[in-house]
């Protein structure tokens, strides 16, 4: 188990990493969902002791690790540009680490194999990498750090410089490896989609603070913030400002909607209301869907489903439809909103009723 | 804004190619709409790039020209083409402030100062940098910069095309949302004819009324998105676009029956077939019932993925993917039934059509 | 990027301060103790207090030495960095010519001091040296030995010869490492020549041009090998430098203790400078 107790980072004055407390058991797979600079990475250095927390303590099976150089520890890292040995083939880029270990030949060989069948690179494990695609090359960095046979295993946007048909096809098979393993993984993704698909669980961060860790749905269905909501919604989720009083949400006198009974236990006042694209459609799907009225402003076709984005009393929206839907710039349209799934957050940012 | 004739292109990068498989791109021949949005899409190394190149003027083709408004640019300098074009990692004068950034090509062509002056504020306001025209274009951010190189291409108004070269690569994914509709608003707004190279489906599909679907250096199919979803003329091209990909099941065909291994699929026409080749039945995730009627299926995993869950199963030992709803219920048997309008019939992977 | 984190690190570094105290701090103060000190031989001393920086601040030949200084470093500065940034303009970016060049452009710089200095003591000798000899066979009256302007002019291109290639192979890498995109960006934008340099290879080049100015500009400052070998700092003091006056001080005369209150004021003199370089080419990093 990796334990971080009140672990912090600062540099020049600013935490970098505010105080963090997350344990990550054995065999569990582990998102960091995040923008750009929300801090997975600062977080994954202090993980792998590449650098040291300024205060608090890391540590791993119950033994504080804070302070304990990285090469003393037994940890795999991945990163998302492709690093492999260019001059040696795939079998030997896969074979370093035990190698270096001092495994012998046929320990070596066993593994090399048993991994490139894994990752299905035994065709190529003649080859150097440089005549590689690159997601056999990323894949043998993979191959590499499994090998390794690390407790715990980094890995920074491994996909992120992949065509997004690989990457697709190895999200799918990563969590099929890693269940195999037994180490821990953490892995780091800037894509609320890429967790959706990865499962285990998530830890959404933003700006040095983790914001929520749980199972990866769970955090999707129930964020305890506006900020994870925010950080954990691809489409982006849509947001009204409502007042609760009774029975109905009042949108500046405009309009009401009638509280589903999920949020029937919400207090009355100002209440943020947020809801995910594909919750609103141009049909009524359910009995209890509430009637709204808004602008179109553009609509992007996926072949299969429509986004139409529009403006609701002056707010964004977007909408996921199923079907082709083209419709004309500033067109009112008539929507139904799913209320169902609708979450409710307090002007603390705080989650009040969480969506069913 | 023009349209553009690719008559007959061929490119191979090395001298003499004695094949076809030295041609990085193997024989385009087509002719694209002004004020069209086209986008190519294909995975890495399909030869997008390099017809895009052709298209700047950064290559010359092996074979063939390239027109502009009838007018042959085969030999014409980037600059003599009057195109713009958005790179994957935004260029940016660093050391210019955002409003020179934006008079610079203006100024170039010596355009007088107030002229520059009045298009560079309009296009400031039209890609929301107002705020930012005194501060040193280094310090935005990777959208922000991005906007740049796209106002830079628009200001002019004497450009026949805008090229983009995976332009959304390092945005952060809440970004993308916002660029994306904001590409297709301008496109809308201005007519002007747009080619936007990607690997990314959704990228493509919501932003190009025709999607160029590329594979190993040749067209397989031009279409709109809902063509592509629908009607993929070559298996790749199910693979390629939906996620997951189109399910390909290899099957026989007697008169107007589909006989696959577990079951048989009535059509409701005869597919004309010449004799020998390979047949497949294809499908989408999205079109598959999972319910208590038709072909038994055994289901081998559901990933749940958020808005909507990926049943994995096994039709009679071919494994099959089921897009359902987030609320929908599979049952304890589950059976599987296929929308008849939405099956594909591939001989050797090409799609065999309707008419008789 | 931050740095790992790591105690043994110490152990590693510390043969190089070992190193660097025995080479540089211990001999630095001798220097400062010799400074305020008089000797009249037999290993006597006697506190001198500031009377040597005295003299040294009031002496003319100490400000002559200084100015031929300055002057030495602002023609070596304006010639080989813009001499530099134009040939690795022009140096070719890919293929066969990319070593040959490369080869060519380190050669000067593995030539130690002293030997570039007899090379070009003997090349631009009159009777002798090849170059001398043509000049004078072409009716050019050139004599290093006698005429200080000729002794300047040979230093100075001397020194060009020797070291215009680290200002070449420093901005070279510089240009290498601007991604393509860039120029075609610029193609479609328009751009001229010297705009392409002007927005986009100086701003790339900076970082390796502040190197390059500093290293060029101390060096150059601290001249010594090439015109005590060429001109011993003649004729008549027109090429006494700093460095040689220093040398002769010490060793000639044998003055440690103005010698010493000299080389400290050398020393303070060249901080300062290397200090004011580096604030002014970095101050337009911080103005946003």
Redesign the interface.
């Known amino acids: 188990m990796l334990e971080m107790r009140n672990v912090a980072k600062m540099?020049g004055g600013e935490y970098h990493i505010h105080p963090t407390n997350l344990a990550f058991d054995r065999g569990s797979l582990n998102v960091l969902l995040g923008?750009?600079l929300s801090g997975k990475t600062s977080l994954m250095?202090l993980m792998a002791g590449?650098?040291?927390p300024t205060s608090g303590s890391v540590y791993f099976d119950g033994a504080d690790v804070t302070?304990v150089?990285?090469q003393k520890r037994n940890v795999a890292m991945v990163y998302q540009q492709f690093i492999n040995y260019p001059a040696l083939t795939v079998y030997e880029n896969i074979a370093s680490p035990m190698r270096i270990a001092g495994k012998d030949a046929p320990t070596i060989d066993r593994e090399v194999r048993k991994a490139a069948e894994l990752l299905r690179l035994t065709p190529y494990l003649d080859r150097t990498p440089l005549n590689l695609?690159?997601g056999q090359q990323q894949r043998t960095a993979l191959a590499r750090a499994l090998v390794k046979n690390a407790s715990l295993v980094l890995m920074d946007e491994p996909l992120a410089n992949l065509?997004?048909?690989?990457r697709?096809e190895l999200r799918?098979e990563l969590p099929k490896i890693f269940a195999q393993s037994g180490a821990i993984f953490v892995y780091a993704t800037?894509?609320?989609?890429e967790a959706?698909?990865l499962?285990g669980n998530t830890a959404t961060l933003s700006e040095g603070r983790i914001t929520q860790f749980g199972p990866t749905?769970e955090v999707?269905?129930r964020p305890a913030d506006l900020v994870t909501a925010?950080t954990f919604a691809?489409?982006?989720l849509n947001f009204i400002d409502v007042v609760k009083s009774g029975g109905s949400f009042r949108y500046q006198e405009a309009d009401s909607l009638a509280v589903p009974p999920h949020l029937s236990g919400v207090p009355d006042g100002p209440v943020t209301i947020a809801f995910?694209p594909?919750h609103l459609g141009l049909t009524a799907q359910t009995g209890n869907a509430a009637r709204v009225k808004a602008q179109t402003?553009?609509s992007?076709?996926?072949?299969?489903e429509s986004?139409v984005?529009m403006h609701y009393n002056g707010v964004r929206w977007?909408m996921?439809a199923p079907g082709?839907h083209d419709i004309d710039?500033d067109t009112e349209i008539e929507l139904y909103l799913d209320t169902r799934h609708l979450m409710a957050f307090g002007t603390d940012g705080r989650a009040i009723a969480a969506a069913a | 804004m023009a349209r553009i004739t690719l008559d007959h292109i061929r490119h191979a990068y090395g001298p003499n190619p004695k094949s076809d498989a030295a041609y990085a791109l193997r024989e385009v021949d087509h002719e694209w709409a002004d004020g069209g949005a086209y986008a190519l899409l294909g995975p890495s190394g399909c030869g997008k790039t390099t017809l895009l190149n052709i298209i700047s003027g950064l290559l010359q083709p092996s074979h063939g020209r390239i027109l502009f408004d009838g007018k042959d640019v085969t030999h014409l300098s980037t600059q003599e083409r009057n195109i713009a074009q958005v790179f994957q990692f935004p260029v940016i004068y660093d050391t210019m402030t955002v409003y020179d950034n934006l008079a610079f090509p203006l100024r170039n062509r010596g355009i007088a100062e107030p002229d520059v002056d009045r298009r560079v504020r309009e296009m400031l306001e039209i890609i929301d940098l107002s705020d930012w025209s005194n501060r040193k274009a280094q310090r935005l951010t990777a959208d922000q910069k991005q906007k740049i190189s796209l106002g830079r291409g628009l200001v002019r108004n004497d450009v026949n095309a805008i090229l983009f070269d995976e332009p959304l690569t390092v945005i952060d994914p809440h970004m993308k949302w916002v660029l994306r509709s904001q590409l297709k608003r301008f496109h809308k707004q201005f007519g002007f004819t747009m080619v936007y190279v990607t690997h990314d489906q959704t990228e493509a599909l919501t932003f190009a009324d025709k999607v160029v679907v590329m594979y190993d250096g040749e067209i397989v199919q031009i279409g709109t998105p809902a063509e592509l979803f629908e009607r993929p003329s070559h298996t790749f091209v199910g693979y390629f676009i939906g996620s997951p990909g189109m399910n390909v099941i290899p099957a026989e065909i007697h008169g107007s029956t589909i006989k696959l291994e577990a079951g048989t699929i009535a059509l409701d026409y005869a597919p004309k077939l010449a004799a020998g080749g390979r047949i497949e039945l294809g499908i989408r995730p999205e079109f598959i019932r999972i319910g208590r009627e038709g072909i038994p299926v055994t289901v081998t995993r559901i990933e749940d993925i958020g808005r909507r869950r990926i049943v994995r199963a096994s039709l009679g030992g071919q494994p099959i993917a089921i897009v359902v709803s987030e609320d929908a219920e599979v049952p304890a048997e589950p059976r599987v039934t296929f929308d008849p309008v939405a099956l594909n019939i591939y001989a050797n992977s090409w799609r065999v059509g309707r008419e008789a | 990027m931050e740095k790992t984190w790591n105690n043994k690190a110490w152990f590693l570094v510390l043969p190089v301060l070992l190193l660097v105290a025995f080479s540089a701090a211990i001999p630095l103060m001798t220097v400062v103790n010799y400074s305020v000190q008089d000797t009249f031989g037999n290993n006597a001393f006697f506190w001198a207090g500031t009377d040597w920086f005295d003299d040294i601040l009031h002496s003319a030949r100490f400000w002559e030495a200084l100015q031929r200084n300055l002057l030495f470093s602002f023609i070596i500065l304006a010639l080989e960095i813009p001499l530099g940034i134009f040939i690795a303009l022009n140096m070719p970016k890919k293929g066969l010519g990319v070593p040959v060049c490369l080869v060519l452009m380190a050669l000067p710089l593995l030539i130690p001091w002293n030997v570039v200095g007899t090379i070009w003591q003997v090349f631009g000798r009159v009777d002798i040296g090849l170059l001398g000899h043509t000049l004078a066979a072409l009716g050019i009256d050139y004599n290093y030995v006698r005429d200080p302007l000729d002794a300047w002019i040979t230093v100075v291109v001397m020194d060009v010869w020797h070291w215009t290639s680290l200002v070449v192979l420093l901005c070279y890498a510089g240009l290498v490492s601007i991604p393509d995109a860039y120029y075609q960006a610029a193609k479609i934008d328009g751009a001229s020549r010297w705009s392409v340099f002007r927005y986009i290879q100086l701003p790339k080049m900076k970082r390796v041009l502040l190197i390059a100015v500093l290293l060029r500009f101390m060096d150059s400052f601290m001249i010594y090998t090439e015109p005590f070998v060429v001109t011993g700092g003649g004729p008549g003091n027109s090429t006494t430098f700093l460095s040689i006056d220093l040398v002769k001080t010490a060793v000639g005369q044998f003055d440690l203790g103005p010698a010493a209150a000299m080389s400290i004021v050398y020393f303070l003199i060249i901080l300062l400078l290397s200090w004011i370089f580096y604030t002014v080419m970095t101050s337009s990093d911080a103005d946003n």
Do not use: M, N
């Open positions: 540099v923008p750009t250095r590449l650098d040291r302070g150089a990285v695609s690159g065509d997004y048909k690989l697709e799918e800037t894509e609320p989609s959706l698909l499962g749905i999707y269905r925010k691809d489409p982006p995910h594909h402003q553009i992007e076709i996926t072949g299969s986004f984005h977007v996921l082709i710039p």
